[in-house]
């Protein structure tokens, strides 16, 4: 079977053997995007408790599935149950409500400018609750200790390094302890030793706390370390679903492509163009 | 082809003009979620109102001066050189102070309102917001839309002091018009109800159109740098032209 036939029907899932009561219930899910199929009919359990990495090539709809569950983006067809909400249909009240019990990993981080380290990591909690200054501030204190950023309390930004941004950022999506934390590409521009950290967090944090944890990434040695389970995405489906052992054993050309780096398979590392040569003009030349 | 790119045209610009609408009216709805965030409308009354003070009372002071001294050469021709106090209070009460404070008022704070929430929504702040369960109508767009309406009024009172005292400096210290002549012409024909109040109602007008177009370029803007550098130039052509037009439906109106 050649990789063009094999795009067509990619490996089934099975989304009910994923758990008996997931936090995150997605059927028939589709999504077209500036004419482009981000999602045929997409059919996903998130199980509650659990770590659960998203991957797939650049492109595939790992992000815009993020916001299908957070509510960002409507999908064109399909429903989005979150801890029994379908949010497709949720009003804005409701849909906040339910996202006050969600921490959000902006993949740019987000950090709101012109606040300080603090006052980013405090923003929510200001927001929401009306704590003793005291409390408020231990919280916060907390949060940047746990991503080693106390020290940078007082920084502003613009101050900071990429990774630094990543990890206050991170501490603000965890500040409320919520029932679901969706990291978006949390180990870009991590050094060695920030990344082991934040591993272990959010490693603690689902043990723990029992907070469900979404995990986007490509850094396969980190995601292999912290998921239980991995959704793999590509064209427009589920290509595989299992746990890292699972899918690094590589029974399907996708998983095989995906965990080997190969360019040649059934995702296309050039994206479509025409023809290499005669767009170069050597087409010409040989005749 | 002509035509029809035309059309397109200005049916892309009635749709903005019916989206601008429709965010008016979100505005609306967010003010009273937005009283909570009591201080940051006062920061923002600092940012567009105090900080727009400089160019508000410079130009102000020349426009005056100029005022004064172009009207005291043409009314001194046919022997009324003693109204120069008075046609510049009135041209400054009833038109020139808050048409040039509201275009002033667009290029200085409109156009840094449209950079700094353009900023934010291409950088993910506002997307930020919205995840943190934080309405950015509330917090981001309505304390700029509420400090635009208190500010701009102010500002326009500065501006017309401010363009006085220009007028009263050539017209009495350096061209000898008599300081007595000055004042009690111009206070006994500017009233204050049709004069002055009509400005304000004016300037109130033209601090929600603004600040209203600022908000809404920056927010709906290209999250990219091309775009907001577009958003913010939209920004001053679109309050200028908005100023102007509903100036004269404005006099129209209240004359």
Partial sequence: MGYASRMTAPVAHNAEAASADPLIRIRGLSTVLNGKTIFDKVDLDIPRGGVTAVMGPSGTGKTTLMRHITGQLAPDAGEVWVDGRNVV??????????????????????????????????????????????????????????????????????????????RVALARAIVRDPMLIIYDE???????????????????????????SILVAHELSAVRRVADHIYLLAGGKIAAYGTPEELERGDTPWTEQFFTGAADGPVPFQYPAPDYAVELGLAEARR | MSTARTSSRFTDALAQIGACGIFLFRIFAAVPRSLRYFKETIRQIWFVGAMSLTIIMTCGLFIGAVLGLQLYDVL????????????????????????????????RAGTSITAEVGLMRATDQIAAMEMMAVD???????????????????????????????AHVVCVSWLGLDNGTFWSNMTASVDVWTDVINGVWKSVAFGAVCTLIASFQGYTTAPTSEGVAYATTRTVVFSSIATLALDFVMTAFLM
Wanted: with cysteine.
């Fill in chain 1, 89 to 166: 249909t949720l009003d804005r009240a409701a849909l906040f409500a339910l996202r006050e019990k969600i921490g959000y990993l902006f993949q740019n981080s987000a950090l709101l400018t012109d606040y300080s380290v603090f006052e980013n990591v405090a923003f929510p909690l200001r927001q929401h609750l009306r704590l003793p200054e005291v409390v408020l501030r231990n919280l916060v204190l907390t949060k940047l200790q746990a991503v080693g950023l106390r020290g940078a309390v007082d920084l502003m930004p613009h101050e900071l390094s990429g990774g630094m941004m990543r």
């Fill in chain 2, 136 to 166: 950015p109508l509330a917090y981001v767009v309505a304390p700029r839309f509420l400090a635009g309406i208190v500010a701009m009024p102010a500002l326009v009172c500065i501006f017309n002091a401010l363009a006085i005292l220009g």
């Fill in chain 2, 76 to 107: 001194s021709r046919f022997g009324s050189a003693a109204m120069s106090g008075t046609v510049v209070a009135l041209a400054l009460y009833r038109e020139l102070g808050p048409v040039v404070t509201a275009l002033l008022f667009a290029g």
């Fill in chain 1, 186 to 212: 949390p180990f870009v521009g991590l050094d060695p030793i920030a990344l082991n950290q934040i591993v272990k967090l959010i490693r603690t944090l689902s043990e723990t706390l029992g907070i469900t």
